[in-house]
C-alpha cells in the first residue's frame, strides 16, 4: 500500500518559519537594548558582540538586517511607539478633564513610558544622536510627529475655549526641546533631580508655553 506523502508544514518544535522568524528579530532587539541603552553603547558594539548577546550567529543576524545602524533604527522607532501608545491611551482616558491636569497626565505618561526603563532614554536621546544623516532625519521625524501632535491637541483646547488662541507650532517646538535636552542630561546624571522632579518641571513649562486658561 502506497503511503501518502504529507505537505511539509513549516514548523519546527511546534512554531511557524515566520514565528521563529519574530522571535529571533526580537533577541536582537532585547539584546540591542541592553548593549546600546546600559552597555558600551552603539558606536562600541560589534555585530559579533550583538550576536553573542543575543545567543544567536552573523548568518541569522543578517538575515534580519543589514547594519548595526539597521537595529539602532528599528529599536529608536520602537521606543517613541511605545512612548506614542502611552500618549493616546491617556489621551482617551482623560477625555473630559480640565485642559490642564489632561495634559499634565499626558505627558506624565510620555515620560513614564520613555523612563520606564533608563536603557530608553539612552536609545532616545543619546545614541541616536550624530550617528548618521539617515538617522538623524529619522530622529527629527519623530520630533516633528510629536510637535504636531501637541500642536493639535493644543488647536482643540482653542476650540473648546481652554486656551489662548494663537499659533502653537513654535510652542510644541520648544517643549519639545526642553523634553529632549532635560531628559537627557537628567539621564546623564547631569541634571541633580528625581525623575518625578523633572517631570514635574516639564509638566510646569508644557502649561506655560501653552497658556493655559481656566
Same mark, same amino acid.
Given at each position: 500500500m502506497t503511503q501518502r506523502l504529507r505537505r511539509p508544514t513549516g514548523r519546527y518544535a511546534g512554531k511557524a518559519a515566520d514565528e521563529r522568524r519574530a522571535e529571533r528579530r526580537q533577541r536582537f532587539l532585547d539584546a540591542a537594548l541592553e548593549l546600546f541603552g546600559a552597555g558600551p553603547g552603539y558606536r562600541a558594539t560589534t555585530v559579533a558582540a550583538l550576536c553573542e548577546s543575543a545567543g544567536l550567529s552573523t548568518r541569522q543576524f543578517y538575515e534580519e538586517f543589514r547594519t548595526l545602524e539597521d537595529v539602532l533604527s528599528v529599536l529608536h522607532l520602537q521606543v517613541n511607539d /511605545?512612548?506614542?501608545?502611552?500618549?493616546?491611551?491617556a489621551l482617551a482616558g482623560t477625555s473630559g478633564m480640565p485642559f490642564a491636569e489632561r495634559y499634565?497626565?499626558? %505627558? +506624565?505618561?510620555?515620560? $513614564?513610558?520613555?523612563?520606564? #526603563?533608563? +536603557?530608553? !532614554?539612552?536609545?532616545? %536621546?543619546?545614541? !541616536?544622536? $550624530?550617528?548618521?544623516?539617515?538617522? #538623524?532625519?529619522?530622529?527629527?521625524? +519623530?520630533?516633528?510627529? /510629536? !510637535?504636531e501632535l501637541i500642536?493639535?491637541?493644543?488647536?482643540?483646547?482653542?476650540?473648546?475655549?481652554?486656551? *489662548? #488662541?494663537? #499659533?502653537?507650532?513654535?510652542?510644541?517646538? *520648544? %517643549?519639545? $526641546?526642553s523634553v529632549n535636552g532635560l531628559l537627557h542630561d537628567w539621564s546623564a546624571g547631569w541634571v541633580d533631580a528625581s525623575l518625578d522632579e523633572v517631570v514635574d518641571e516639564l509638566v510646569r513649562i508644557l502649561l506655560g508655553l501653552l497658556r493655559f486658561e481656566g
Open positions: /511605545w512612548a506614542e501608545s502611552a500618549v493616546v491611551e499634565a497626565r499626558v %505627558f +506624565r505618561a510620555y515620560a $513614564g513610558s520613555i523612563a520606564e #526603563d533608563s +536603557r530608553r !532614554i539612552r536609545i532616545t %536621546f543619546t545614541e !541616536i544622536v $550624530g550617528v548618521s544623516p539617515r538617522m #538623524d532625519e529619522q530622529r527629527l521625524a +519623530r520630533r516633528a510627529r /510629536w !510637535i500642536r493639535a491637541e493644543a488647536e482643540a483646547a482653542v476650540r473648546r475655549g481652554e486656551a *489662548a #488662541d494663537r #499659533d502653537y507650532r513654535l510652542a510644541a517646538a *520648544a %517643549f519639545i $526641546g
